[in-house]
Nanobody, 126 residues
Framework: QVQLVESGGGLVQAGGSLRLSCAAS????????MGWFRQVPGKEREFVAG????????YYVDSVKGRFTISRDNAKNTVYLQMNSLKPEDTAVYHC???????????????????WGQGTQVTVSS
């Protein structure tokens, strides 16, 4: 069982930056693939970025490539999402997710993740 708590969301102007954090409970964080998803009302939860258990592999949705960076600190049981050059269309509730997975791959599918955080709101004004 993993409990995930996101933080770092807020209101920012277009072009600004935010850093989201996701703190995980438990002593086996390094055995989990992690992902960030986002959701706006009336739409499905969308994959944003993922990182494998070691941090050596990452993957991003095309719309955030070059602007967002996912990273993890296994000693701190935390995964991060650095978001730069934010756009109004990045406005959403951002959720982190975890899957017990020690393969080299990045987990992209929403249905593959077993544990989810409550989310943190990111609002980008124009």
């Amino acid at each position: 069982q993993v409990q995930l708590v996101e933080s770092g969301g807020g209101l920012v102007q277009a072009g600004g930056s935010l850093r989201l954090s996701c703190a995980a409970s438990g002593r086996t964080f390094s055995s989990y693939a992690m992902g960030w998803f986002r959701q706006v009302p009336g739409k499905e939860r969308e994959f944003v970025a993922g990182i494998n258990w070691s941090g050596r592999s990452t993957y991003y949705v095309d719309s955030v490539k070059g602007r967002f960076t996912i990273s993890r600190d296994n000693a701190k049981n935390t995964v991060y999402l650095q978001m730069n050059s934010l756009k109004p269309e990045d406005t959403a509730v951002y959720h982190c997710a975890a899957r017990l997975d020690t393969s080299p791959r990045v987990v992209v599918g929403r249905e593959e993740y077993a544990w989810w955080g409550q989310g943190t709101q990111v609002t980008v004004s124009s």
